[in-house]
């Protein structure tokens, strides 16, 4: 049934018909509602237009929820899953899955991160050790690398960066043994994410990847844009949304700071990956309406609060998320799939070692 006929019901979405009349990309805000067939959400509620569904007419208008991909549900099940799993094997006598964190220095993002990993493995039944610096030559530290690769009771092994200027994070990521490379960012494990093989995949990609599978997004056939093309997110997501992998099987377009018409490029876009490091670069207007938007960026800004700044992604949220049919918050959104996708790859280095 065409989107245009009366009793079109859209398949993905709980609507009812609204008539009335409305000019171009105008929305009308809703109460809220809630529909069972989404996994337990915030829900945003708007009406659209039939020629952004497919239709033909703005006479009659369908309402529509905007689903925030919430990375504190999708964590906390897969935790819960990792967690199960380490009863069962300690249950057998072996012993849970060993995470050994390096920090260097006093970088408060550094620290909050590890931290956060370092609970989430409390959370889930890993055993977890910190390494801290305050300061510490290469040399030394590739040493300490060396040293957690021969330990036979550590299974995965992560270096919190951004490192200090004196230390080479390309040295220090090499160091590590890919089969204790748990945040997937040796060369070997890049090597083999790129040609489909068996490997630790990036932290933060897996994480995306695992948000869509549990929010049980289909983006076969999608336009995905991502915008950046760091070796850590922007380069491997690109392969991982267009992999023959479900979710998966996305056409793909790798942007960056040097690409042309890239406001166009992103309004065109299906699905957009926002991970270019710049606080609120990705703008309503570059936002397609339907879009999904998943914002990797963690940004400190300076604000007049308390605390003086807060906590902001790469996309206008305010203004971007109406227009939007998913889209993940920060915080809250990406940044905690990435330590759920570490313990996954912790736990298969486990189990791997059995």
Not at 26 to 41: G, V, Y
């Amino acid at each position: 049934m065409h989107p245009g006929d009366a009793n079109y019901k859209h398949p993905d979405r709980p609507q009812e018909k609204i008539t009335g009349r409305a000019s171009g990309n105008n929305r009308i805000k809703q109460k809220s509602t809630t529909n069972s067939q989404f996994p337990s959400s915030s829900k945003a509620n708007y009406l659209l237009p039939f020629d952004i569904l497919g239709g033909r007419s703005h006479s009659e208008w369908y309402f529509y929820s905007m689903i925030i991909l919430d990375g504190r549900v999708a964590s906390k099940a897969i935790k819960e899953k990792l967690s199960n799993d380490v009863k069962v094997l300690v249950s057998k006598g072996e012993r849970p899955p060993h995470l050994a964190a390096i920090l260097v220095g006093k970088d408060p993002a550094s620290e909050f991160y590890v931290s956060s990993k370092v609970k989430s493995c409390e959370e889930t039944g890993f055993k977890s050790t910190l390494v801290k610096y305050e300061d510490v030559s290469e040399d030394d530290l590739i040493e300490k690398i060396v040293e957690l690769n021969k330990d036979e009771t550590v299974d995965g092994i992560l270096v919190q960066l951004p490192l200090p200027r004196h230390i080479s994070s390309k040295n220090i990521i090499s160091a590590i043994d890919p089969e204790k490379d748990v945040d997937g960012f040796h060369p070997v494990n890049a090597g083999n994410l790129m040609l489909g093989n068996e490997s630790y995949l990036p932290a933060t990609p897996y994480g995306i990847m695992l948000l869509l599978e549990h929010y049980k997004l289909d983006i076969k056939g999608k336009h995905a844009v991502v915008i950046g093309r760091s070796n850590i997110v922007g380069r491997p997501i690109s392969i991982l949304l267009s992999n023959n992998t479900h979710p998966g099987n996305a056409t793909v377009t790798l942007t960056h700071s040097q690409t042309a018409d890239l406001g166009k490029i992103c309004a065109d876009a299906d699905i957009i990956v926002a991970a270019i490091g710049k606080p609120g670069f990705v703008k309503a207007h570059m936002v397609k309406d339907g879009a999904i938007v998943i914002d990797v960026g963690i940004n400190r800004v300076d604000d007049d609060s308390p605390k003086g700044y807060k906590i902001t992604g790469d996309v206008d949220y305010e203004n971007v998320a109406p227009k939007t049919s998913y889209i993940t918050p920060v915080p809250g959104g990406v940044g905690l799939m990435t330590i759920a996708a570490l313990l996954k790859n912790t736990l298969k280095s486990r189990l791997l070692r059995i």
